[in-house]
């Protein structure tokens, strides 16, 4: 059964870095669109950016440019999302997104934690 599986994330001071992986089980990550999302206490799921089948990366998260970076390794057969220069703001649970014609499939989130 295909399946995006994702690791990372947790615990983190503000200021601190996390990255968080999304790895293809049964799916060649290479052949799709991979974007990444977040959904914040009391807030709707918000899109962060993505990276294209061809590794063209764009951010749609104001807040994310300059602090989030996006990377593929196709060996591993994983995305990543790198965050750096975190804040408060950025608590919440993080998924990622694969997506190519109409196939569709979605991690399984994972926290992200970001407190003194």
């Known amino acids: 059964q295909a399946q995006l599986v994702q690791s990372g994330g947790g615990l983190v001071q503000p200021g601190g870095s996390l990255r968080l992986s999304c790895q293809g089980s049964?799916?060649?990550?290479?052949?799709?669109?991979i974007s990444w999302y977040r959904e914040r206490p009391g807030k709707m799921r918000e899109l962060i950016g993505h990276?294209?089948?061809?590794?063209?990366?764009?951010f749609y998260l104001e807040s994310a440019k300059g602090r989030f970076s996006i990377s593929r390794d196709n060996a591993e057969n994983t995305v990543y999302l790198q965050l750096n220069r975190l804040i408060t703001e950025d608590t919440g649970v993080y998924f990622c997104n694969a997506r190519r014609a109409t196939q569709e499939f979605w991690g399984q989130g994972t926290q992200v934690t970001v407190s003194s």
């Open positions: 049964g799916l060649t990550l290479s052949t799709y669109a």
């Open positions: 990276i294209t089948s061809i590794d063209v990366v764009n």
